[in-house]
């Protein structure tokens, strides 16, 4: 059956626009005039008048943490909280109001010591007692790199003080000598292990939830990192994805990123696991895509890896994660597969042995399977300069600005913030920099991240002119971060991320025009239909 949007403006590269749009079996067949198109519709055709608003590609997250959401959506909400005790009234009001979901243990992510009024310091065992002593109490800062933990988590691990540290991860001690329930990096996957997983039962459930809820943001695609970190056990997971999506009931495309504990276990899966079964078609909504490795930490926790010390704190240089012999290795196995690598490095000194470790796995020389950096925050001109010449991939959340330009020129000085979080000189430099929000460290809204992007001012329009403004870049270019260059990412840039014959019909009608609005009303755009393959999966009104 054949589509027709018309009487739209419809967005389909710098400066070009169209009035019409003509779909036929999940493609877009034609662009052009509202007469040229509806000529072609034929009286069978569907006609969907969109009012005179503005229709843009639909908006790909290159890179978030999707099933993760799920469970934020499942849990008791400390997002934001503004102090311990408010975390911790939160925590037993969830707790009283739904006991089914804690019998076993309470599990929630979002806290964040910078925002705390009262005393900005890491909650410890003894906050977290006060929420229960009787079973383990397991909270991620929003991060993900720090969890704080009660005093029942630590005696289920059996550790104190004299206990060795975990692989690529501490547990802090207190004055007392014994654990304080701060733990860092992979030992806080130690930690979260205690707590009662959901069942794939409930995990489908809270997939389709999520979906809903992400295309009425105008999400069409996600590039996801779920297998490895929310999902441990990788069968079950793409187990259940597959029955998702082979049943029809997806909403949007999703692009696994995933993490494994050891080379032997990815070794497995590029040999007779997942990655060998070859069970993706090319067009299908689920696809399988890189390996994601972690670097370093991130900055609000003081873990992301840097050349100078933090401010404040001369011993402290943040966290190598992966290893360097151990990064080599997995990396040199992806390039003996063809696999494409992305990897989670914020700090410059993790940004500078990622990209030596990709220049190391390069084909004849060249990016070819398009490694990337996952979010590349702290920068210097030369680095900025080197990651485009090498033609490495930047998945950046300009959104992560809103919160860090309170604490970068603090912790690591004016001159290297002044050069950091610098999307604006890497994409004019040439260098392919996509958009995501690394969700749920940020909501997964693409249009808060958009206005960041343009106008570098928090939600309250601070600072005036905008933080660094010389990295602000325009709508167009942050549209089409957000499309065309997140599927370039995902080697889909011929079908994928333009309103253009012979791509996947994917497409967001917004409620206002993005390209002319005041640039600070574009984190306020609401979808008023989201489009994916033709086919209308949220509408709203």
């Known amino acids: 059956m054949k589509i ?11 400066g070009v626009f169209a009035e019409a749009v003509l779909i036929e079996d999940g493609l ?3 662009v052009g005039s509202n007469e040229e198109i509806l000529s072609e519709a034929g009286s069978s055709a569907e006609l969907i ?6 229709l843009i590609p639909g908006l790909n997250d290159s890179h978030m943490h999707f099933m993760q959401l799920g469970e934020t959506r499942n849990q008791a909400d400390i997002d934001g909280v503004a102090s311990i005790d408010e ?6 009001s969830f707790m009283e109001e739904h006991p089914e979901h804690v019998k076993n243990g309470l599990h929630a992510i979002g806290w964040n010591q910078d925002l705390f009024t009262d005393e900005q310091r890491l909650p410890d065992r003894h906050d977290l007692d006060r929420i229960s002593t009787e079973i383990p109490v397991v909270l991620e800062r929003v991060c993900g790199h720090i ?10 691990l059996g550790i104190d003080g004299n206990s060795p540290q975990f692989p690529d991860g501490d547990f802090l001690i207190g004055e007392d000598g014994y654990p304080n329930g701060i733990f860092t990096a992979n030992a806080c996957n130690y930690v979260k292990a205690l707590i009662p997983d959901f069942t794939m039962e409930e995990r489908r459930r809270m997939l389709i939830e999520t979906m809903e809820y992400a295309v009425s943001c105008g999400l069409t695609s996600v590039q996801s990192n779920d297998v490895g970190t929310t999902f441990m056990d990788g069968p079950a997971a793409f187990a259940m994805f597959h029955d998702v999506y082979d049943s029809g009931e997806a909403l949007l495309r999703y692009r696994h ?4 504990n050891d080379i032997q276990q990815f070794e497995q899966y590029l040999t007779e696991g997942e990655f060998a079964k070859g069970k993706y078609g090319a067009d299908s909504w689920l696809t399988l895509g890189p390996l994601k490795l972690f670097k370093d930490g991130s900055l609000g ?20 994660w992966i290893k360097p012999d151990e990064m080599e290795a997995y990396c040199q196995l992806a390039k003996k597969y063809g696999l494409q690598v992305v990897t989670h490095c914020i700090g410059d000194m993790a940004v500078e042995k990622t990209m030596e470790c990709y220049e190391r796995a390069f084909i004849d020389g060249e990016n070819k399977l398009r490694h990337a950096l996952v979010h590349c925050q702290i920068t210097n001109e030369d680095l900025i300069r080197r990651i485009a010449e090498k ?6 959340q300009p959104i992560f600005l809103d919160y860090d330009m309170c604490i970068v020129e603090e912790l690591c000085g004016k001159d290297l913030a002044s050069t950091s979080y610098a999307f604006g000189s890497l994409h004019r430099m040439g260098a392919h920099v996509s958009y995501g929000t690394d969700c749920p460290v940020e909501n997964c809204n693409p249009f808060p991240n958009i206005c960041m992007a343009v106008t570098r001012k928090n939600k309250a329009g601070q600072p005036e002119g905008g933080f660094y403004p010389a990295e602000c870049v325009d709508v167009y270019d942050a549209v089409d971060a957000y499309t065309a260059e997140s599927a370039y990412a995902e080697f889909m840039e011929d079908r994928k991320g333009r309103i253009k014959a012979g791509y996947y019909a994917d497409m967001v009608l917004l409620d206002r025009d993005i390209f002319t609005i005041d640039p600070m009303e574009i984190k306020d755009i609401q979808p008023d239909m989201t489009m994916v393959g033709g086919r209308v999966v949220y509408s709203r009104g």
Do not use: W
């Open 49 to 54: 008048d969109c009012g005179g608003k503005t």
């Open 147 to 156: 969890v704080s933990s009660n005093t029942k988590a630590i005696e289920m």
């Open 87 to 92: 975390m911790i009234k939160r925590c037993r």
């Open 257 to 260: 990123q995933v993490c494994f």
């Open 4 to 14: 027709i949007l018309h009487n739209a403006k419809v967005y389909v590269e710098r």
């Open 391 to 396: 033609d490495i991939l930047v998945l950046a």
């Open 28 to 30: 877009i067949q034609a």
């Open 301 to 320: 926790a003081r873990t992301a890896l840097m050349k100078n010390s933090y401010a404040g704190d001369p011993e402290n240089h943040g966290l190598e």
